[in-house]
């Protein structure tokens, strides 16, 4: 009859255990939304699917259980570079883990798999393909496992953006390990993908977890992408000395663009698969330590790396999915500080990456593919692909979108941090007119021209070609003249954007009719189209964006400089020693001892006593050169 008494016992004393390793592993007073019931529920063997954007903190949901509770969690992750820097900062704060992966030499597998078998390990970390290939699970079974977590566990579904075929296997682990919890955790999951992962993992009676995909500390901007890669320097210049990434579509991209920003006197290295395992791991230390701040990359870059002071991501061309662009604009402004996501975005992506998925698809059905099967994931990408070009290439608030499009409601009205929202997009007053007069044109033509012809004869051009075709005695010749012809390539890209006109999918694209070409005409569609963006405000300072009032800059500096010495001693990225965050709390509060350097964000018992000391004396003696006081309120 006191069910409910101790029920409310065990929840209290569980929150304060909760909050006593919290506090003293990772120096943390709070959990963030949704942490909490997610940990609860690993406590209590439930299984669970968490759903979180970038930078919400969905690791610690599995590895503080691990630390409440006996036996073992096993991690599954797909990159080694995601594994090595989760293992490095469990480590730095005193919580033993390790990993295993193809990348280890044989003394480290070794080592790694007795401290497994003698049981000193909480957390192992391990590729799906290594954990369904049989030979762990029987070292596995012999120590049992008390819980799975499967990272980016989108991976497990034909709809999610990253679909591997070996994450399926992982339900297989159900019938092996029949006593451990399972908890599926994704940045990046539509309605449609988390109930495939609660299918495909066969989840029992889960408890599903979808946090606020709002990221507000993120201004968000939308530009079309006009000729050579002017836009994209000035865009990476104005984040002089801060981190920025820069993502584009092939590796031929990546290299292009970081040569271009190395020429215009900035320090840029590019991140590809073409590249030794040698070469990107190089790129990514010396990214994780500040050494550079500038990288060019395709998408698989940032997914190993948690340095949450990236102040810019910047799309030199368009996502092949919103999933895609949310976990990549994800990677700015970690620490909750703000920061800069600009996508560069022209039709011509769209196009490119129909070819790449078209060219795979008939590659693999070459190969002896399961037809219905690869069909299915084309057919799945395509959609994707539409989903992305219409939110580019539509006016609504940015993060509305992006909410709406997984699933969550919207109540903020503007968010003022997109550039929809902070008005740098301005509409076309007559833009039912201008829509029409470019329809009509393309009727004169007999729909058998592309973009720059079109946009030739409607400026009124005597171009050679127009001339030849006789198109300047055509009545639409020279309606839009008060428009430069760059203009009107913008807005023809406009009304492809928005299926008002289609363009073929040949070498040479001709633009054609859509189905609601007609409807445009009649008036029956009420259109927007955008004038070419306004110039963009100034941005703010590094200093500006970097410090609060009470933040000593010269020490903040002194202190960052100490941080990326110790990181290289040790060699761990530079967040792995302190945050931003924790640095800024540092100088703003000026702590003299071990008891009031305990006080601040981030440092845990293990942090206190390994690198607190060293900092205290940077500390001290910045305040005695500048006779400061120390110990600020």
Not at 280 to 286: F, G, H, L, S
Not at 501 to 519: G, N
Not at 540 to 562: P, W
Not at 575 to 598: E, I, N, Q, W
Request: include cysteine; hydrophobic fraction near 35%.
């Amino acid at each position: 009859m006191n069910t409910g008494v101790e029920d409310r016992q065990s929840e209290e004393d569980w929150s304060s255990r909760i909050a006593h390793v919290l506090k003293e592993i990772w120096g943390f007073d709070a959990l963030r939304p949704l942490q909490q019931d997610a940990i609860e529920a690993n406590l209590r063997a439930r299984d669970s699917l968490l759903v979180m954007p970038t930078g919400g903190g969905k690791s610690l949901t599995y590895q503080l259980p691990s630390l409440l509770l006996e036996g073992l969690t096993v991690v599954a992750s797909p990159l080694i570079s995601l594994m090595k820097d989760q293992v490095d900062g469990l480590v730095a704060n005193g919580v033993p883990a390790v990993s295993l992966h193809s990348g280890q030499d044989e003394q480290t597998r070794h080592h790694n798999r007795q401290q497994i078998q003698s049981r000193q390990t909480k957390l192992l970390y391990v590729s799906p393909e290594l954990l369904v290939g049989g030979s762990l699970n029987g070292l596995l079974r012999t120590i049992g496992v008390r819980a799975f977590a499967i990272d980016e566990a989108h991976c497990i579904s034909h709809w999610g953006h990253d679909f591997r075929p070996e994450y399926r296997r992982l339900a297989d682990l159900r019938g092996i390990f029949p006593e451990a919890s399972f908890h599926a955790c994704t940045a990046t999951a539509t309605p449609q993908v988390r109930q495939d992962i609660l299918e495909a993992l066969v989840l029992s009676d889960p408890s599903i977890l979808v946090g606020n995909f709002d990221r507000p500390n993120l201004t968000l901007r939308i530009r079309r992408r006009e000729g050579g890669r002017d836009q994209l320097v000035e865009e990476v210049r104005r984040h002089d000395g801060q981190g920025v990434i820069v993502y584009a579509l092939s590796r031929k991209d990546t290299e292009q663009i970081a040569s271009r920003l190395c020429k215009e006197g900035m320090t840029a290295k590019y991140y590809h698969a073409g590249l030794s395992s040698r070469e990107r791991d190089r790129v990514q230390t010396q990214f994780a330590r500040e050494e550079v701040n500038i990288v060019v990359a395709t998408v698989a870059f940032g997914m190993g790396i948690d340095r949450s002071n990236i102040r810019a991501v910047i799309h030199a061309s368009m996502p092949r999915s919103i999933e895609h662009y949310q976990q990549e604009t994800g990677r700015a402004g970690r620490d909750g500080e703000p920061a800069d996501c600009v996508l560069f975005h022209s039709y011509a992506d769209v196009d490119r990456w129909r070819r790449l998925a078209t060219r795979s698809f008939e590659e693999a059905v070459a190969e002896g593919g399961d037809v219905d099967a690869l069909r299915e994931d084309f057919q799945a990408k395509d959609e994707l692909l539409e989903d992305m070009n219409r939110m580019a290439s539509g006016m609504r608030c940015r993060h509305q979108s992006i909410v709406r499009y997984f699933g969550g409601d919207w109540d903020r009205g503007s968010c003022k941090a997109c550039d929809v929202c902070l008005d740098e997009i301005e509409l076309l007053p007559d833009g039912r007119d201008v829509a029409r007069m470019i329809l009509s044109c393309v009727a004169r033509v007999k729909q058998n021209f592309g973009v720059g012809h079109l946009s030739e004869v409607l400026c009124g051009s005597e171009a050679q070609s127009v001339l030849r075709w006789r198109h300047h005695e055509l009545s639409t010749w020279g309606l839009l003249k008060r428009f430069h012809k760059k203009e009107v390539v913008h807005l023809i890209h406009q009304m492809i954007d928005h299926g008002y006109l289609e363009r073929t999918r040949d070498d040479r694209p001709i633009i054609v009719f859509s189905e609601q070409s007609s409807a445009v005409m009649r008036g029956d569609i009420e259109i927007e189209l955008m004038r070419p963006p306004k110039p963009r405000r100034t941005g703010r300072s590094v200093s500006q964006a970097e410090l609060e009032e009470g933040v000593d800059a010269d020490l903040l500096e002194k202190l960052k400089q100490k941080r990326k010495s110790v990181a290289n001693e040790q060699d761990v990225p530079a967040y792995v020693v302190f945050s931003d965050r924790t640095l800024k709390a540092m100088a703003k509060h000026r702590p003299s001892g071990l008891r009031t350097m305990r006080m601040l964000h981030g440092i845990g018992d293990a942090k206190l006593q390994s690198y607190a000391p060293v900092f205290l004396e940077v500390i001290e003696s910045h305040c005695d050169d500048g006779d400061r006081d120390i110990d600020l309120d």
